[in-house]
């Protein structure tokens, strides 16, 4: 019990830093996208590029921090990659979406971020092959924290949950304190305001990829960090994240932060009566129930 | 030549399924505008409940009725029908994106499913043995491949003329109604949220007949039948033929199945030993493209909808969306 | 007298080759109020939209100052020295006061001291300004909008409707405080429904109706014209063509 519900934390963390730009993009750009959780994966290989640069450039990086297998050619390529993700992000507006939004409807959107989905995926499957990866062939202990209630957690896990707590509080002080907060959340509100308050949409929009592909790629190198790196990491995460917006209601960053450790725990308790074969079922179950009970989520509002 | 004609009567069959589920997807997508994230599922919802219901008996194997095939697709047909229902209820009144992303969980659910619920569904193996309608009675191969491609084209006959009457009549014109413009369409005492649901199931309930045929053809099903790039590939079938044309749907299908089965004949002789292992990925690759390129260069497809529609289409949208700065 | 704003031939709309504004004509003097009234669906919003950047403009000119700005980014308009308020939706509900007004004056150098001249002039602002705005009552919200427009000190301030939805008291206080800004050397351009109370703060008024100029001159002359008083203060609808 204990068990699961840390580790649902665990996954909580890396949910909800994958679902904060997902819902600002899709509040911002009033679409559902289905390539959004591919940034994940681009995040996570991208680390492991640069993780293999850093450590054979500069051997005396490639150290663990002790007791993490974290080490600071990791830690430098996953700053890295939060930036080459966030610019991916951009790219890929720019190439597809920026495109279709200026002539054509969001259900469009919807389809086109399928296909980028489809070909990011394989695209990666072809540059790294089908094999899952680990960043470290160190093998991560785990410290048994109590035996009755049997509860082990490696110090891998701390670390990624620190990490992800941490980079959700900056960007929470970023909303709150910055006036480029206040324009972001601006923009959420009501975009043809923004405007005319003086908020330039094309700059804003350049911006959510930017910070939604960042904390993607974190969540990406944390799950790979904590488990494996495979092509299927963003697949795995689509469901999740999307659970984790709409149960925190679209647009609320508040909301998906929340929603993304509902979705872990819930996920996590749910599997002590079920197999495990059906866990990327359950943020369907999830979905579904929100829909039912409260359509909205927790802190979204009625558009309709 | 008789390998060549049954090799094509082979393809033509697996076109023929495919292009009655596109068929099902263009009442949705393109005729009501209504995104199916997990074509699959519905597809594989007709099926597995064709399979159960029509099958043989196993020990410890829920179903194998061996209903009568007729009867045990209409069941297949009311399961995929029935989960269409509950996920439309559901998400219908919502924003448009909400059934997308609560059909691609569908479709997520019900791969979950067929892998996990053994007793059910004979996880990762999958079920067989399902007894071929008329097989026995027609018994020479040839003829029955033959047979069954008749048969799968009068299916296809019928739904096509079926859904063109649909589209044609009074209550397809509202569906379109719906599509273009959702406000003006109530204020005509059109119910959309009733209308939406109706089309979403009729839709799905076409995709569970060609799953029900699919079954029949292979007599087998199992999770890698129903893998995801199936609703990727029905996607690219209906954008490639044209949204809002039948004709253009069933032209699709043809055409992408006949491009995907050519690359991957080509891929398996051609490419070096060591891309084996990638070639689905290449494919994949070629899938997305051509749902990404269609959608930036040739969105109306190659068969369009009438211009006439069209022309009302962007006057519609223009209005709301410009309305919505401020 | 000299116009700061001027609209001259300007054909504009939502949809490519279907304007609603047709050959639309208006010059708003300097300091002054300016009413633009009409019926419904005359396109009045659209003329102040379509002068913000909102609407795309097909032809014609819209000159500030001397400086051609037609078709500008709406972003845009502070530098230049304009200000729109919204009819509707105009303050950012979940944002405080405080922050509705700094997001407008976060490219303002001395943002702290404009925030207290701000307070010092809408003082049941101040008071509140930690509160979201959207706990704002109605006419303390068209205070905010105003607020937000007057921030970066613009020369011409547009406002759609500013008195539609609030009550006949309410309403008055917020034409009245669009008369004042013209006390401050602002021009004011205004569409308005509410003819009768529009035109008793207005220095000129324009009608339009069918997307055309039909008439203009001074308010008060508006405001006497049996025919003007007839069709506009009587409700009737003009060119039913």
């Known amino acids: 019990m204990i068990q699961s519900i840390v580790d649902g934390i665990l996954t909580g963390a890396i949910i909800s830093l994958g679902a904060i730009g997902l819902t600002m993009v899709m509040h911002m750009l009033r679409f559902a996208n289905f390539a959004y959780a591919e940034l994940l994966a681009i995040g996570a290989y991208a680390a492991l590029v640069f993780d293999a640069l850093f450590a054979g450039l500069l051997p005396v990086l490639d150290t663990a921090f002790k007791p993490l297998t974290l080490t600071a050619a990791l830690a430098l390529a996953t700053i890295i990659a939060m930036v080459i993700t966030g610019a991916s992000a951009v790219v890929i507006d720019w190439l597809v979406f920026k495109r279709i939004r200026a002539k054509a409807d969001a259900l469009s959107m919807v389809f086109a971020s399928f296909g980028v989905a489809l070909i990011v995926r394989n695209v990666l499957t072809l540059i790294f092959g089908h094999k899952a990866q680990l960043y470290s062939n160190d093998i991560a202990f785990a410290v048994v924290l109590s035996r009755d209630p049997l509860l082990l957690i490696k110090p891998d896990q701390v670390f990624v949950l620190v990490a992800a707590l941490a980079l959700m509080g900056l960007f929470h002080l970023v909303l709150t304190r910055t006036t480029f907060g206040y324009a972001l959340r601006a923009v959420a509100e009501n975009p043809a305001l923004a405007q005319v308050s003086g908020v330039r949409l094309s700059a804003m929009i350049t911006a959510v990829w930017m910070i939604g592909g960042g904390l993607s790629a974190a969540a990406g190198v944390f799950y790979a960090l904590t488990n494996h790196l495979s092509p299927v990491l963003g697949h795995n995460f689509l469901l999740p994240v999307f659970a984790a917006t709409i149960v925190g209601g679209i647009g609320s960053v508040h909301g998906a932060v929340l929603g993304g450790f509902i979705v872990g725990i819930a996920s996590g308790l749910a599997l002590m009566v079920l197999p495990s074969g059906y866990a990327p079922a359950m943020p369907f179950v999830i979905i579904l129930a929100v829909l039912l009970v409260r359509p909205h989520g927790l802190f979204g509002e009625d558009h309709s | 030549m008789i390998g060549m004609i049954s090799y094509l009567a082979f393809f033509a069959t697996m076109a023929g399924i495919l292009a009655i589920v596109v068929l099902g997807l263009n009442l949705q997508w393109g005729y009501t505008g209504l995104f199916n994230g997990g074509v699959v599922a519905f597809f594989g919802a007709g099926a597995y409940g064709t399979m159960l219901l029509g099958g043989r008996p196993e020990l410890g194997q829920f179903g194998g009725y061996e209903w009568p095939f007729v009867f045990a697709l209409a069941g297949g047909v009311v399961l995929a029908a029935l989960i269409a229902w509950i996920v439309g209820m559901l998400t219908l009144r919502l924003r448009h994106d909400y059934l997308a992303i609560a059909t691609f969980g569908v479709a997520v659910a019900f791969e979950s499913v067929t892998r996990n619920a053994e007793w059910l569904t004979g996880g990762a193996k999958g079920l067989r043995g399902f007894p071929r309608p008329l097989e026995a009675a027609i018994g020479n191969n040839f003829a029955y491949g033959l047979f069954f491609l008749g048969m799968v084209l009068v299916v296809l006959g019928a739904v096509y003329w079926g859904l063109q009457r649909l589209v044609h009549s009074p209550y397809g014109r509202a569906l379109r109604a719906i599509r273009e413009d959702e406000t003006a369409a109530r204020s005509l005492g059109k119910n959309p949220a009733r209308l939406r649901l109706q089309s979403f199931v009729i839709g799905s309930a076409i995709m569970g007949v060609a799953g029900g045929l699919y079954v029949a053809f292979y007599a087998f099903v199992s999770p890698q039948d129903l893998a995801p790039i199936l609703t990727f590939q029905v996607w690219a079938m209906l954008i490639v033929g044209g949204a809002g044309n039948n004709r253009g749907a069933v032209l699709g299908a043809f055409l992408i199945w006949g491009a995907w089965t050519a690359s991957g004949f080509a891929l398996s002789k051609f490419a070096p030993q060591a891309m084996q292992l990638y070639t689905g990925s290449i494919q994949y690759i070629l899938i997305g493209t051509v749902i990404v390129g269609m959608l930036l260069w040739r969105p109306q497809g190659l068969l369009p909808e009438r211009i006439v529609t069209r022309f009302t289409k962007t006057a519609a949208k223009a209005g709301p969306t410009s309305k919505g700065a401020i | ?241």
Request: aromatic share 2%; proline share 5%.
């Open chain 3, 1 to 241: 007298m000299s116009a700061v704003l001027t609209v001259s031939a300007l054909e504009a709309g939502y949809v490519r080759d279907l304007p609603i504004l047709r050959q639309v004509n208006v010059s708003v003097e300097h300091a002054s109020l300016t009413v633009i009234i009409g019926p419904n669906g005359a396109g009045k919003s659209t003329l102040i939209k379509a002068i913000a950047g909102l609407v795309p403009v097909s032809a014609g000119r819209v000159v500030l100052d001397g400086a051609d700005i037609t078709g500008i980014r709406p972003d845009q308009m502070g530098a230049l020295g304009l200000a729109y308020v919204p009819q509707t939706d105009n303050i950012f509900r979940h944002l405080s006061i405080r922050e509705n007004l700094a997001l407008v004056l976060r490219r303002v150098e001395d943002r702290a001291a404009r925030l207290d001249e701000l307070y010092a002039l809408f003082p049941p602002l101040a008071g509140k300004h930690k509160d979201r705005a959207g706990s704002l009552s109605g006419g303390q919200r068209q205070m905010l909008a105003v607020a937000m427009a007057l921030a970066t000190r613009p020369r011409v301030v547009l406002m759609d409707e500013p008195s539609a939805g609030l009550s006949p008291k309410i309403a008055a206080e917020v034409l009245d405080l669009a008369r004042s800004l013209t006390g401050q050397g602002v021009t004011v351009l205004l569409v308005e429904q509410n003819v009768k109370q529009a035109l008793r703060v207005a220095d000129h008024c324009y009608i339009l109706a069918e997307g055309r100029n039909q008439l203009d001159g001074p308010a008060a002359a508006i405001l006497s014209d049996p025919l003007v008083g007839e069709i506009y203060l009587g409700g009737k609808r003009v060119g039913a063509a």
